[in-house]
C-alpha cells in the first residue's frame, strides 16, 4: 500500500502545453485612476470576456491572477489552430476594451499532477516560469502579444508577423527569440 507522499510522486506527469498569460497593463494606475466602483467592474467585465474565449476555444483558465490569468491548451492534433483562433479573439478584444492588457503564448512541456491546489490543476516546471518571465519581457518591450520560438514553430501560417527579436529571460540562460503578431 503506497503512502501518500508516494501516490503524489506517481500523479505526477508531463504534457506538451499551449501556455497563455494575460496581464493588466499598468493595473495598479488603472485601478487608482477609476472611480472607486468603476475599476471592479471594468476589470470583472474584462475577465469575463476572456473567460468567454478561453471556453468557446477549449482552453483551460489555470488561475486568475488578480490583474490577468493564466491558461492553457493540452496539445493535440489540431490544437494549434484552437489556440490561434483564440489569441486572435483575445487581440481583438485587447483593441476594444478597456483595461489594456498584454498577452504572451508560450509552449512546452509542463508536469501536472501531485495534488491539485484549491481545485485548480497544478501546473509546475521551467515552462511555466519561463511565460510568466515573457511577459515582464513582453512588457518592456511594449508589446500587447509577444510568441515565443517554440509556439512559433507550432504555427503554420494563422498570423502575419514583425521581425523576431532576441532577448534575455531573467532566470534563464542565453537569448530567446520572440515574435509579435502584426
Known amino acids: 500500500e503506497p503512502t501518500d507522499v ?16 494575460a496581464d493588466m497593463e499598468d493595473s495598479t494606475q488603472f485601478i487608482q485612476k477609476a472611480r472607486p466602483e468603476e475599476a471592479p467592474r471594468l476589470t470583472g467585465r474584462w475577465l469575463s470576456a476572456c473567460k468567454e474565449i478561453l471556453e468557446v ?13 493564466f491558461a492553457y491548451w ?18 481583438r478584444l485587447q483593441q476594444r476594451v478597456a483595461p489594456r492588457f498584454r498577452l504572451v503564448l508560450h509552449f512546452g512541456t509542463v508536469y501536472t499532477g501531485g495534488g491539485a491546489s484549491l481545485g485548480e490543476e497544478s501546473l509546475l516546471g521551467n515552462e511555466v516560469n519561463f511565460v510568466f518571465r515573457m511577459e515582464k519581457v513582453a512588457a518592456t518591450l511594449g508589446s500587447a502579444c509577444l510568441v515565443s520560438q517554440a509556439a512559433r514553430d507550432l504555427i503554420a501560417g494563422g498570423a502575419a508577423w514583425a521581425e523576431p ?18
Do not use: M
Open 57 to 69: 476555444h477549449h482552453g483551460t483558465l489555470n488561475k486568475f491572477l488578480g490583474d490577468g490569468f
Open 74 to 91: 493540452p496539445h493535440q492534433a489540431g490544437v494549434a489552430a484552437t489556440v490561434i483562433a483564440a489569441l486572435n479573439a483575445l487581440r
Open 6 to 21: 508516494e501516490q503524489t510522486l506517481q500523479d505526477v506527469r508531463s504534457l506538451e502545453c499551449w501556455l497563455l498569460v
Open 165 to 182: 527579436c532576441r532577448r534575455t529571460v531573467p532566470g534563464f540562460d542565453g537569448e530567446f527569440v520572440f515574435y509579435q503578431p502584426e
